[in-house]
């Protein structure tokens, strides 16, 4: 129960810091992996929601230019699977397991963008220093 008030200069702090069962580096490595393993959650989810609509609602399938992982996989066909997501464009066809699908796609494309911005935000941080700092010179 005793608090040690004796002053550091860097030494003791850094070794009770070095000794955390997760130390600095794994501050990285832990989300970095995290957002690897959630590239292929992804694609099954999506997977999943283009067979869903191709087999309940072909209308809405075609309307988002019938697309697929892999056949017909253009950049148009994805900023329309992200409007649907994001627009909830899910509603109007009253299905709840597509629902429940877009909603659950939704919160975990949010918890990607927040962990993607967490790990590049040192670098944007860094290059935004050495933008500033060679501007200055």
């Not at 659950?104 to 290059?127: D, E, K, N, Q, R």
């Amino acid at each position: 129960m005793f608090v040690d008030k004796v002053p550091s200069f860097g030494g003791a702090e850094a070794a009770r810091r070095s000794a955390s069962p997760l130390g600095p580096r794994m501050t990285f490595w832990v989300p970095f992996l995290i957002l690897c393993a959630s590239v292929p959650v992804w694609f099954g989810l999506v997977n999943t929601l283009y067979k869903r609509l191709a087999s309940a609602h072909p209308a809405k399938f075609h309307d988002m230019g019938e697309p697929g992982l892999i056949r017909n996989n253009r950049p148009g066909t994805g900023i329309r699977l992200v409007k649907f997501i994001f627009t909830r464009e899910d509603r109007p066809l009253n299905d709840p397991q597509v629902s429940r699908l877009t909603a659950f796609m939704f919160v975990f494309s949010i918890c990607y963008l927040g962990l993607f911005l967490f790990l590049a935000s040192p670098v944007l941080l860094a290059i935004l220093i050495v933008v500033l700092g060679t501007r200055g010179s």
